[in-house]
């Protein structure tokens, strides 16, 4: 099967709605869509429906929330549910990212009930696994990264496990300039397509990687054939260096 080809953009807690429409409308004049890429986006929640609309009709730019809360409603105030999330027009959800983990002290058990949650409101889950700086230091990447999947991702079925995609961002390198060397992270990428496939996965899954990925190394990063795609943090809040990404 050839390779999905995906561009992410995490805008985090930035770009409300009426940017969120101006950002979109100046991306769809420039961008230049090709067979097997896609672009996703994931926006603060209040701009999801604005990020949805400005897409609609296309499948090969989707929108997700950035977290979910696992239980489907009710008293939870101020958390946002898979199903919520769905009816305001996202068809995905990013789980356990690094600053969800290390900012809000999501654990690995929390990453299992979210990605279940979204997995039953029909959306598609993006889990984040990595490692931060003393965990590699001490040679424990492999050990960690495994039991992140274990837990995310333990006991899916293989429909379950085909619509999960995976995003290795080592902590070390999200917002701080510094990434990972594509050999490195490809080392990464194959010991979680390792994992999978011991886990009952039958597809091939997309695996990203994150981290200070900027328009001047993405395409060293996408010359890895293990790399099938980013997660962009800061060099997707603005129109032209997203395209110059996604481009
Ligand atoms: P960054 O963020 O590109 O700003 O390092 C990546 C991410 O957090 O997904």
Redesign the pocket.
């Known amino acids: 099967m050839s390779r999905r080809l995906v561009f992410a953009a ?1 805008w ?1 807690m930035n770009i409300g709605p009426d940017d969120a429409r101006r950002f979109c409308e100046a991306f769809l004049a420039s961008y230049r869509a090709r067979p097997g890429v896609e672009t996703w986006f994931f926006p603060a929640s209040v701009s999801v429906p604005a990020v949805a609309q400005a897409l609609r009709g296309r499948t090969d730019l989707r929108v997700g929330v950035q977290d979910v809360y696992w239980e489907r409603a009710g008293a939870f105030t101020g958390a946002l549910s898979a199903d919520l999330a769905r009816s305001a027009g996202a068809t995905m959800a990013l789980v356990g ?3 969800r983990r290390h900012v809000f002290g999501e654990t690995d058990e929390m990453t299992g009930k979210k990605v279940r949650s979204v997995l039953a409101a029909g959306l598609a889950p993006v889990l ?1 696994v990595g490692e931060t700086l003393d965990q590699r230091q001490r040679g424990e990447t492999a050990a960690l990264i495994r039991r992140q999947l274990e837990a995310g991702l333990g006991g899916l079925d293989p429909a379950g496990l085909a619509s999960v995609t995976i ?1 290795y ?1 080592p902590v070390w ?4 300039g510094h990434n990972a060397t594509p050999a490195d992270a490809a080392a990464v990428h194959r010991d979680i397509r390792g994992w999978l496939a011991t886990h009952g996965s039958v597809a091939r899954a997309t695996v990203l990687y ?4 900027r328009r001047d190394n993405v395409q060293q990063l996408l010359a890895e054939p293990e790399i099938d795609g980013v ?6 809040l603005k129109v032209q260096d997203w395209l110059a990404i996604t481009g």
């Open positions: 995490n985090k990212h690094s600053e984040c995003a961002e390198a999200v917002g701080t994150g981290g200070s990925v997660l962009v943090g800061g060099a997707s």
